[in-house]
């Protein structure tokens, strides 16, 4: 992305409200043009997400330090990132980024070990996967994870 795409992009997101600042049950999605934020978009049908669940109050930084990384490609995966979702929640917020290619373990060891970093998680931070088939099995994203330290 070069710094014209990044300056439009920050005019838009410095006028929207923080995730930490919503109430209720809601979601934002940012996801790469052309790509749908839905398990069955041909780009995301094979892949899967990395899952972590936020303590109330940590949702707007860690989502500025996630979006941030994906525009100045920070994951070095090439095109293998499709997305992120922020979900606000009663009791927690959500954090998510969807991946193309849930069976490229390699990549996707890239991936978590890139957010940890971005996010600056303590090193016991519980992260799942899930891939996108299973959602579609489970009717959920939050159900039935494969949890990994």
Known sequence: MNVFQVEQFWRFYSHMVRPGDLTGHSDFHLFKEGIK????????????????RLRKGLA????????????GEQFMV?????????SVRFQEDIISIWNKTASDQ????????????????????????????????????????????
Do not use: Q
């Open 60 to 71: 707007s930084r860690c989502w500025e330090n996630l979006i941030l990384a994906m525009l």
């Open 106 to 149: 390699a990549t996707t060891a890239r991936i978590r070990d890139t957010l940890r970093r971005v996010l600056n998680l303590p090193p016991n931070t519980i992260m799942e996967y899930k891939t996108h088939t299973d959602s579609i099995k489970d009717n959920s994203s939050f159900r039935n994870t494969k949890i990994t330290l």
């Open 78 to 86: 090439g095109e293998e990132i499709c997305g992120a979702v922020v």
């Open 37 to 52: 934020p839905m398990w069955e978009d041909d780009a995301n049908k094979n892949g899967g997400k990395w899952i972590i």
